[in-house]
């Protein structure tokens, strides 16, 4: 099952200073944190942010591509967690057909902004980071949750890449 997530914010771990895209469920609670490196993060910021770059990015010159070719990206979905590594898909679709590309979640999250298409993380991969993170690190796994879960509007400002 996919949980429908909306990027809630893109912010700095203040541990280990690389930059975490904060995803949330649509009708939850639910927060996942994805560390990303800091030219991705880059990529999904200028898109948050709206700043328009002289030059198209990497992904504003494949959102061109997948228009020229009247490709259209339905959903993408973060789809596995293997080893500490999350794994997305970008579904296409066309002419009638979907076609699914494997992907970094950090491409597939900076190319469903710039096309506002949905993004999913599948039920599995939820559990399991979860899982992961208690099993892996217990103390840290519960102050990293304590501070996602008491994050507000002005603390996601806070941390700008």
Request: aromatic share 4%.
């Amino acid at each position: 099952m996919e949980v429908e997530m909306k990027i809630r914010g893109l912010m700095m771990d203040p541990v280990t200073n690389m930059p975490i895209v904060i995803l949330k469920d649509v009708g939850g609670n639910t927060v996942l944190p994805i560390w990303v490196g800091i030219y991705e993060a880059n990529a999904i910021a200028l898109e948050i942010e709206k700043v328009a770059t002289p030059r198209p990015m990497t992904h504003d010159l494949i959102k061109s591509l997948l228009l020229g070719l009247s490709t259209g990206v339905r959903k993408v979905v973060v789809n596995e967690l293997k080893d500490d590594t999350f794994y997305a898909l970008i579904w296409l679709e066309r002419d009638g057909e979907m076609i699914s590309v494997d992907s970094r979640p950090s491409d597939a999250l900076a190319l469903a902004l710039r096309l506002d298409c949905p993004i999913f993380v599948e039920d599995d991969v939820l559990k399991s980071s979860k899982v992961t993170a208690s099993i892996s690190d217990k103390d840290n796994h519960e102050e990293l949750k304590r501070w996602l879960e008491g994050l507000n509007d002005e603390d996601l400002g806070r941390y700008k890449m």
